[in-house]
């Protein structure tokens, strides 16, 4: 898990590749989660946390150009 300064100091095309991965393994933790009991349940809300930070990084970025 990133903080969001950290994330300011990654490249776009980094970011953006992150961003996919977040959101390939947010799908993942909700299928496992539909089909059989997460251990750690926390994962789901950790992750799209994390996707909101690096979208909120792209965006700040996309207002500034």
């Known amino acids: 898990m990133s903080k969001?300064?950290?994330l300011r100091e990654i490249?776009?095309?980094q970011l953006e590749f992150q961003?996919?991965?977040a959101?390939?393994?947010l799908f993942d933790l909700r299928c496992k989660a539909?089909?059989?009991k997460l251990e750690t349940p926390?994962?789901?809300r950790r992750s799209?946390?994390?996707i909101a930070r690096i979208k909120t990084v792209?965006?700040?970025r996309d207002l500034v150009k």
Do not use: K, V, Y
């Open 48 to 50: 799209r946390r994390e």
């Open 23 to 25: 959101q390939q393994s």
């Open 42 to 44: 926390s994962l789901i």
């Open 4 to 6: 969001a300064r950290e």
């Open 19 to 21: 961003l996919a991965e």
């Open 34 to 36: 539909a089909s059989e």
């Open 58 to 60: 792209l965006h700040l």
């Open 11 to 13: 490249a776009t095309e």
